[in-house]
């Protein structure tokens, strides 16, 4: 009974970085000032937006921000809760198939779990915003993939941060598994 307890904190603290860094990642992309100063000393990286593609990741936000309405604004806390929620179920899955996985599986894992977040934060901007402009099917396919390829993007950009933090929650659970202390994975005599 110990082990599977054990087993299950392991999996659970690597979700739960992860699902940390996003969040955290998610809340300062909606920070106005943050947004601000990085617009205007990387112009170019609003150019996709001139097109209706979404910015960035999804900014989890309590007020609209700008001229935005409240309708918008949720869509967007939505979708950054969605990018959270994707990102987390991504490790989760990780930690349950490889629960010792070495340290660049666990970077990689996390790092494609803001891709595979983002990605899919992108297809619900890119249909919010074919919505707002009242798009026809054409216009509902092309801004959800496009939003899903530059959401995807970015995750790709940024993905390093909560993937270098799910290498570091990993090696803090095999150094306690070298120490004798039980991890549930079969491999430690502790544990038979």
Known sequence: MRTTIDALRARTDG??????????????HGSATLLTAFTARAGLSVAPSALGVPFALPGLRATPLGATDWSWQLCEDFAALLLIAVAAARMRRHLRKRPVAGK?????????ALIAGAGAAGVWRGMVAARMVEAGIWGWLGLALAGALFGALWGLALGWLPGAAAAFSGSLQRHGARDGIPTGDGNNPSTR
Do not use: M, Y
Request: proline content about 0%; hydrophobic content about 65%; glycine content about 8%.
């Open 104 to 112: 660049g599986r666990r970077l990689l894992a996390g790092w494609t």
């Open 15 to 28: 979700t739960v970085v992860v699902a940390c860094v996003c969040l955290l990642l998610v809340l300062l």
